[in-house]
Each structure stands twice: as C-alpha cells, then as structure tokens.
C-alpha cells in the first residue's frame, strides 16, 4: 500500500477539533512536553505536566469527595456513569480520532476502545444494583451473620500507552459504583485523550452534582506515578504497564500496607492442533499477532503448532501477512498502523537480531516503511520467525508485532511450552477434538488468566474478568466480580437471641 501519510497541520487540526468538541481546549494544555504523533513523528501539540508534589493536592480533593460520594446510594452513583456513557457514545468518534492520532491505532480498532468504555459504563451501571454480599448460617442461636461492602477509599490508576483511555475507563466505571473517586496518572504518550476523556466525565460529574474531586487527571511521567504509589491517602492502586513498571510498584504499595491491582506484560500463544480448522485458524492468528500493530498485552507472540501442520500453518499465515495493508491508521482500509516510536521498532529490530542468532529463521516481514516519507515515524512489517526451540527471546515480551512459530509433538508437551514463560496473561488452543481443548482448559492445562479455545489471544470482552498470572501481576479488574477490588468487606455478626453463646462451644461466665 502506497498512502500517503497526512501532513503534520492535517493532524494537528483533526486532535484540535475532537479535543474542542469533548470540552478541551489544546492551546490552554500547552507547555513545554512535545506530543508526537506516531503517524508522521511529528509534533501534534504541547502539554504542561505535573509533578509528584502536584499528588498530595490531587489525593487530598479525592479524600474529600470520597466523604460524601461513599453514602450516596450505588443505584444513584450508577446514574453518573450511566451519563458519562452517553457522553462517550456521543464523542465515540472523537476520542477514537484522538487515540490514532496520538498511539497510532487504526480508525476501527481506536473506536472499538472507546466502545469498550462505553461497554463497561453499562456494564457499571447494573453492577451498581448488584453489589452483593452473603449471609452466611451461623452456628449459634438467634444469630445472623453476613457480609457487607463499602466503598474502599481512593482509586490510583496508572495506565499504559496502548489503551490510552479503556483502561482508565474499566477502573473508573467500576470505581464511581464502588463509592470511590479515582486520580489518573494517563501515559506520557497520550495526554490527549486523557484529557478530552476526564472533561467528557468531569461534565458528566458536573450534571448529575456529583462531588468535583471524584475525578482528576495529573498528566506527566514516572515521577508522579511514584508519588500515587507511595500516597498513603491512596487505598487501591490499578497500574497497568511493563512488567518492569509492576516489579518497581508492587513493593511500594505492599510496604504501606496498600493494595495494588497489577496488569503487566504478556507473552500469550496458540497452541494448533492437527484437528484444527487452518482458515479459522490463521485468521485468529492474523487478527492476534498482526493486529494493533503486535502493541496489545493479549497480543500473540508465540505460535505452538503441531509438526503434521506446522508447514502449512506458516505458509498461510504468512501469505495473509504479505497482504496486510500497512499506513496511515486513520487512511481506510489499513489494518497494521505504527508502533508507538523509535525506541519500540528498535527494539524490534533487536529482537530479531537475538532471534536468528538463537537459531530462529525469518519467514517473513521486519522491514520498515514509509521511512523517506516520514523519518520519525516507524511503520514495521509485521515479522514471522520459525523458531527451533523456545530461546531466551522467544521468552520476554517484545513489544512489537513478531510472532515465533515453534514445534510440537505431544500436547503435553505443547501445554509446557504454553506455560513455560514467565508472563501468564492470555492464551488459546486451535482444536475440533474436545478433549484437547478440555485438557488445554483443566487445572494442568493452560497457566494463564485468560485461556480461549477456537480464538486469538486478543480482543476480549468487558463482562470477563481481565487480567493474568505470575509476571503479569495476578491482577484483575473489568467484569464478573472484579468489583470487588475496588471496596472494602465488613462482616458482621448480629445477635437477636437475648443471650451470649459464644463460638467454637467457649465458655466464659463471670
Ligand atoms: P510502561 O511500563 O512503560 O508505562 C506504563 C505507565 O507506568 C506509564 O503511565 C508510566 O509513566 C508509568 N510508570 C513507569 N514507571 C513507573 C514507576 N516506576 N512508578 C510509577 N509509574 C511508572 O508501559 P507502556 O510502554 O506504556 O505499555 C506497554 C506495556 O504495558 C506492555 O508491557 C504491555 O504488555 C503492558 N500492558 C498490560 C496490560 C494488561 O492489562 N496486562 C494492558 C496494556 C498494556
């Protein structure tokens, strides 16, 4: 594909309209941090940051509002984010513009983030009549026991680059119902939609009375993460990033006593079988690997196929790679955007380097377009390398679209090779044999969080919980009952018997 890429005053133009019509003013943000495009790798406007001393205010206002916002009834702080959702809803296209414009995701895949948002907003408002707690049989007479849920407290969120907005928004509708007010510490990379999401949640707030604090955006970098992290005022901290981001975190939080929500680096694959249907197969492989640019945290990294189909899986796989078209991301009809920046095609290209010294062979991709036309963008073919063996490589988390399609000849073996890495976030099976795929879903199946049968690693749906194991963090948050997180269980034991028996048969009678 030959499009050419827009123009720097085109782009700068598009993120001014849809940050003007979600209630934010570019001009008033500016200062002296560069936002940069990934789709020319050019300038797309400035933004002032905070620092770490601008937490200590931003918590306080939080603690304030937490006051009043934990008694409001969770029917009615469903209400709020039943408005926020509208808003959302109404900008979709906006704040999906501003996600391509400022992390490089196609037109598509920008919206589909900004349609999880507002999944998860509905998802919130029935959750807010949901909260359910048990009562429990007591054993003695006349007794009740049960559990209740209160609000937890304030919410620290700290979120990647490449869900700049969805997974603030999954903390954040579930925070709001929960009874607690959030303080957003967004990407450096993506101040934008930061931005222009909290002002579309700030008017929301400012509607339905909502108390101001309940919500607040500190834009900047790791300095002001750290200070979320180590802000005793802060009862949940949700960091979502690296791994390395999460083993510099989940300390902090753990030496105050406080609870962190960790979601961090995956190394997800697919395990194909002999039975499995290669079409499906290779376009759930496609969508995976090649999709977001290989820049999600589900995205497929490892390939496990069968010797009797490994040949032919690869073929297809790459034949349907050589057709992807690869541009502009807001250009119709581009599947594979560009990465973030320099630093991750760089890494890409080092990966790769490792991967052939470590016996791997390159099918096809690696290469770099667009590089003329615009030298500070990347735009990187997405890469397939046969891998003799899972090498030291093939066991971290690049973060770019490379795919490392290894052997197997028992499942048993294919299961370990699955498991044998040191993320545990997502992970599926390629199978028509039932057993197979219930062997891949049992207890010494599958290691990670998230494990799909007859489907990519990526992609998932916001009623699951989300979220993986070992170095992922163990984190979870999104649907089913990943609530419970973000409040805090009292339980109570009410006695309406007239007497005092006391438990375990103790006697104690003065
Ligand atoms: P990153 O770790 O570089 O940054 C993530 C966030 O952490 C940013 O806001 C950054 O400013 C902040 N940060 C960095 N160091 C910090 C510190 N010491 N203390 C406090 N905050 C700190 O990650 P990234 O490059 O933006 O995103 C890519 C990574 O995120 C990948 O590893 C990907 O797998 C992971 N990710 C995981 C999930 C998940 O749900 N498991 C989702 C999206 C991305």
């Known amino acids: ?58 918590v306080a206002r939080a603690v304030e509002a937490f006051r009043s916002w934990r008694t409001v009834p969770a029917p009615v702080r469903g209400g709020l984010v039943r408005r926020f959702g509208e808003l959302l809803r109404e900008h979709k296209a906006d704040l999906g513009t501003l996600v391509s414009l400022e992390v490089g995701k196609i037109t598509s895949e920008a919206e589909g983030e900004v349609q999880e948002m507002i999944d998860i907003c509905e998802f919130a408002v029935g959750l807010s009549r949901q909260l359910y707690g048990r009562t429990i049989s007591s054993e003695r007479p006349g007794h009740r026991l049960m559990e209740t849920w209160h609000p937890l407290g304030v919410v620290g969120v700290i979120s990647a680059f490449n869900f700049p907005a969805a997974v603030w ?36 707030i400012a509607e339905e009375g909502a108390p101001e604090g309940l919500s607040q955006v500190l834009i900047g970098g790791p300095d002001v993460g750290e200070a979320l992290v180590d802000h005793p005022g802060v009862a949940l901290l949700s960091a979502t990033g690296s791994t390395r981001m999460g083993r510099a975190v989940g300390p902090r939080v753990a030496d105050r006593f406080g609870r962190s929500l960790l979601e961090l680096g995956g190394n997800n694959a697919a395990i194909v079988t002999p039975s499995a ?32 189909v490994i040949d032919e899986l690869t073929e297809r796989v790459a034949a349907a790679y050589r057709r992807l078209p690869i541009g502009s991301p807001v250009a119709e009809g581009t599947l594979v955007g560009p990465l973030v920046h320099g630093a991750a095609y760089k890494a890409m290209q080092n990966a790769l380097e490792a991967a052939g010294q470590q016996g791997g062979e390159l099918v096809v991709g690696g290469g770099r377009r667009f590089e003329d036309e615009a030298p ?85 749906e916001i009623g699951g919980a989300f979220g993986g194991e070992k170095e992922t963090g163990g984190g979870r948050e999104s649907g089913s009952d990943a609530w419970r997180s973000y409040m805090r269980r009292a339980t109570n034991t009410i006695n309406y018997s007239g007497e005092l028996p006391l438990a375990q048969g103790v006697k104690f009678t003065v």
Not at 396 to 422: G, H
Not at 441 to 459: E, F, K, P, R, Y
């Open 1 to 58: 594909m030959t499009t050419t890429l827009p123009t720097a005053d085109d782009l700068r133009q598009q993120a001014q309209d849809a940050a003007r019509r979600c209630g934010v003013d570019l001009d008033a943000l500016a200062g002296d941090h560069f936002v940069t495009s990934p789709v020319n790798g050019q300038p797309l406007s400035s933004v002032r940051w905070s620092t770490g001393a601008d937490v200590d205010g931003a």
């Open 169 to 204: 928004s999954w903390n954040t509708a579930i925070a709001l119902v929960c009874g607690d007010p959030v303080v957003w510490k967004p990407s450096e990379l993506a101040p934008l939609t930061a931005a222009a999401s909290a002002a579309l949640l700030d008017r929301a």
């Open 277 to 308: 249907d290669l079409d499906l197969t290779t376009r759930g492989i496609v969508f995976s690997a090649a999709g977001t640019a290989g820049q999600r945290c589900t995205t497929m990294r490892r390939v496990i196929a069968h010797v009797d």
């Open 376 to 460: 500070d963008a990347y735009y990187a073919e997405p890469a397939i390398v046969r891998m003799p063996e899972q090498t030291d490589v093939v066991r971290q988390e690049t973060f770019a679209p490379i795919l490392y399609v290894l052997p197997y000849r028992t499942l048993e073996e294919a299961i370990a090779l699955n498991n044998d890495v040191p993320q545990g976030l997502s992970s599926s099976i390629f199978t028509s044999d039932q057993a197979e795929a219930e062997r891949f879903l049992a207890a010494d199946g599958s290691d990670c969080g998230i494990a799909n049968v007859n489907i990519g690693t990526s992609g998932a």
